[in-house]
């Protein structure tokens, strides 16, 4: 069994002249002037050997840094960050001699950052080996052109837990499967990542990323994807930081663990066990979702994730454990047969994904997961108000299958045309309607978080209450999203490279079963002036 890795943090460079390939070109991205100085960071991806586990011996992945997950990102509001992504995958020649499954030429998404869309890592934007691509990011809160917030954006806009992956149409669950994944956490006054300011939450070693993705594997012990499966592929082993069902030994103290299902496919219901049986108490405290701190923390005895989902957990082991430690091992019992959906079935006892090795004896603990004291008393993060008079149109978006693929309102995803045409500072209310039964699809918006109003006619779940940037659709049903366009695209900005200009402004909407996506469950949606 091994240890569970920890991704390492990325350093940034120590200045602009450190990049590789030359200064980037302030004209080519939006507020660039505005929220200029940014700290510089270079990201490699490239082919490396990885051990999933010491009985399979190494496989072939394509990773950021040559890492999966690749090296985890450290940000603050207010500073803004400019990442350079090289393109060092294998020549197309290269892959004639040495065939292998993904695409070559690539684009990353940092999932879900209120980013401009040049930088948003659009499908249409990819690009060859041997070149790179620049992500300018003004690591400011949503809102930050309005008024009432104009320099710096609304306070509870926050984003806390990101991710970053592979974005190239067609390609995009076989490059995530292949290792294209990595996390990015983004702190603000409140939260802080210092467990002795702000809310106090776990930090420091005690803040972990988890990222959570099933693979499967040859006869040679290599990864495994089949192209054929448009469901979506299920993998048979489970992974854990890209390590099979790996170990972590913590103290009797509080972890703040953010957690991420990397998809292609598969859901998952998280449960303890202890001594061979299943907690029924509720040893989980849901702090976020997708990132967003939530008004509330949340004790939850079990929970499930979609792909894309992040949820921020807190487990207290000093609750759980005796002053001899002991262990409790993380479960995933979501029964799943194939792409689908998961069946509403409980295995038992399920997948074994982590082993948590609980140390003996008191440790200090100065963090805190702040409780109201009173009904409806906010502890974590104000939400945001959905104001329904702000509303200037309505949009249904029907998901459906058709010709062995898949489609939004009836058609696959054509990155020429544009299916909505949005005006910037306004709002809107989205329907998304699932037209089969027996299908699951976590329908993700780029751009700006939105608030689901609610399933079916009924209100969400009280864990769904926030801002979220994937909403899971379930079968024959009608989810209704509020969401906001703001900030973008930067009023007179006119991209130096005139073939480049008409992207300005344009994002996707797409499931985020990422092989339905590829087949090709997406569409393009734009914000004007």
Same mark, same amino acid.
């Given at each position: 069994?091994?240890?569970?890795?920890?991704?390492?943090? *990325?350093?940034?460079?120590?200045?602009?002249?450190?990049?590789?390939?030359?200064?980037?070109?302030?004209?080519?991205?939006?507020?660039? !002037?505005?929220? @200029?100085?940014?700290?510089?960071?270079?990201?490699?991806?490239?082919?490396?050997?990885?051990?999933?586990?010491?009985?399979?011996?190494?496989?072939?992945?394509?990773? /950021?840094?040559?890492?999966? =997950?690749?090296?985890?990102?450290?940000?603050?509001y207010g500073q803004p960050i400019l990442v350079r992504i090289h393109n060092e995958l294998p020549t197309n020649a290269e892959m004639?001699?040495?065939?292998?499954?993904?695409?070559?030429?690539?684009?990353?998404?940092?999932?879900?950052?209120?980013?401009?869309?040049? !930088?948003?890592?659009?499908?249409?934007?990819? /690009?060859?080996?041997?070149?790179?691509?620049?992500?300018?990011?003004?690591?400011?809160?949503?809102?930050?052109?309005?008024?009432?917030?104009?320099?710096?954006?609304?306070?509870?806009?926050? #984003?806390?837990t990101l991710f970053y992956h592979a974005h190239r149409p067609d390609f995009t669950a076989q490059n995530v499967y292949k290792g294209?994944?990595?996390?990015?956490?983004?702190?603000?006054?409140?939260?802080?990542?210092?467990?002795?300011?702000?809310?106090?939450?776990?930090?420091?070693?005690?803040?972990?990323?988890?990222?959570?993705?099933? *693979?499967?594997?040859?006869?040679?012990?290599?990864?495994?994807?089949?192209?054929?499966?448009?469901?979506?592929?299920?993998?048979?082993?489970?992974?854990?930081?890209?390590?099979?069902?790996? /170990?972590?030994?913590?103290?009797?103290?509080? /972890?703040?663990?953010?957690? #991420?299902?990397?998809?292609?496919?598969?859901?998952?219901?998280?449960?303890?066990?202890? +001594?061979?049986?299943?907690? @029924?108490?509720?040893?989980?405290?849901?702090?976020?979702?997708?990132?967003?701190?939530?008004?509330?923390?949340?004790?939850?005895?079990?929970? @499930?994730?979609? =792909?894309?989902?992040?949820?921020?957990?807190?487990?207290?082991?000093?609750?759980?454990?005796?002053?001899?430690?002991?262990?409790?091992?993380?479960?995933?019992?979501?029964?799943?047969?194939?792409?689908?959906?998961?069946?509403?079935?409980?295995?038992?006892?399920?997948?074994? #994904?982590?082993?948590?090795?609980?140390?003996?004896?008191? !440790?200090?603990?100065?963090?805190?997961?702040?409780?109201?004291?009173?009904?409806?008393?906010? $502890?974590?993060? $104000?939400?945001? =108000?959905?104001?329904?008079?702000?509303?200037?149109?309505?949009?249904?978006?029907?998901?459906?299958?058709?010709?062995?693929?898949?489609?939004?309102?009836? @058609?696959?995803? +054509?990155?020429?045309?544009?299916?909505?045409?949005?005006?910037?500072?306004?709002?809107?209310?989205?329907?998304?309607?699932?037209?089969?039964?027996?299908?699951?699809?976590?329908?993700?918006?780029?751009?700006?978080?939105?608030?689901?109003? !609610?399933?079916?006619?009924?209100?969400?779940?009280?864990?769904?209450?926030?801002?979220?940037?994937?909403?899971?659709?379930?079968?024959?049903?009608?989810?209704?999203?509020?969401?906001?366009?703001?900030?973008?695209?930067?009023?007179?900005?006119?991209?130096?490279?005139?073939?480049?200009?008409?992207?300005?402004?344009?994002?996707?909407?797409?499931?985020?079963?990422?092989?339905?996506?590829?087949?090709?469950?997406?569409?393009?949606? +734009?914000?004007? #002036?």
């Open positions: 069994m091994h240890e569970l890795p920890i991704p390492t943090v *990325k350093k940034p460079l120590a200045s602009v002249n450190a990049l590789i390939g030359g200064p980037p070109i302030p004209a080519e991205h939006q507020y660039y !002037s505005t929220f @200029k100085l940014p700290t510089f960071y270079e990201l490699h991806l490239r082919p490396a050997q990885h051990t999933f586990h010491e009985e399979l011996g190494p496989s072939l992945i394509w990773g /950021y840094d040559g890492t999966f =997950p690749g090296p985890t990102f450290d940000a603050c004639l001699d040495n065939p292998t499954f993904g695409s070559n030429d690539v684009i990353t998404h940092l999932h879900n950052m209120h980013s401009a869309s040049e !930088s948003d890592g659009g499908p249409w934007d990819f /690009y060859q080996p041997g070149e790179f691509c620049d992500h300018h990011y003004p690591m400011m809160k949503a809102g930050f052109t309005t008024p009432q917030f104009a320099g710096a954006g609304d306070p509870n806009e926050a #984003l806390g294209q994944v990595g996390f990015f956490r983004a702190f603000d006054e409140i939260d802080t990542g210092d467990e002795t300011t702000g809310l106090r939450l776990p930090s420091g070693e005690f803040d972990v990323p988890l990222c959570f993705a099933d *693979k499967a594997f040859d006869a040679d012990g290599q990864l495994f994807f089949d192209p054929f499966n448009l469901d979506g592929i299920l993998g048979d082993k489970n992974t854990v930081n890209g390590v099979i069902q790996p /170990y972590f030994r913590v103290q009797r103290r509080k /972890y703040r663990f953010r957690m #991420l299902v990397a998809g292609p496919a598969r859901f998952m219901r998280f449960f303890l066990m202890k +001594d061979g049986s299943f907690l @029924k108490t509720e040893p989980f405290i849901q702090i976020s979702n997708d990132g967003n701190l939530l008004e509330a923390p949340i004790r939850r005895n079990n929970f @499930k994730m979609a =792909p894309a989902e992040r949820f921020d957990i807190v487990i207290d082991f000093k609750e759980l454990t005796s002053a001899a430690g002991g262990e409790l091992i993380l479960y995933n019992r979501a029964l799943q047969l194939d792409g689908r959906e998961p069946k509403g079935e409980l295995m038992n006892p399920g997948h074994a #994904l982590l082993k948590f090795i609980v140390q003996g004896g008191d !440790s200090e603990d100065p963090s805190q997961v702040p409780f109201p004291s009173q009904e409806g008393q906010t $502890t974590l993060r $104000t939400q945001v =108000p959905v104001n329904l008079s702000e509303v200037v149109a309505e949009r249904i978006f029907r998901f459906s299958r058709s010709n062995g693929a898949w489609v939004i309102n009836d @058609k696959f995803f +054509d990155p020429r045309r544009s299916r909505a045409q949005i005006q910037r500072g306004t709002a809107e209310i989205w329907e998304f309607r699932n037209n089969d039964n027996g299908w699951q699809h976590p329908i993700h918006i780029h751009l700006e978080e939105c608030h689901i109003l !609610s399933r079916d006619g009924s209100p969400p779940p009280a864990w769904e209450r926030g801002r979220k940037d994937v909403v899971i659709l379930g079968g024959r049903e009608r989810v209704r999203v509020f969401i906001r366009f703001r900030d973008f695209p930067e009023p007179g900005f006119l991209h130096p490279n005139p073939v480049r200009q008409p992207d300005i402004g344009r994002y996707p909407l797409h499931c985020h079963n990422l092989t339905h996506e590829d087949h090709a469950m997406m569409l393009r949606w +734009d914000v004007q #002036l």
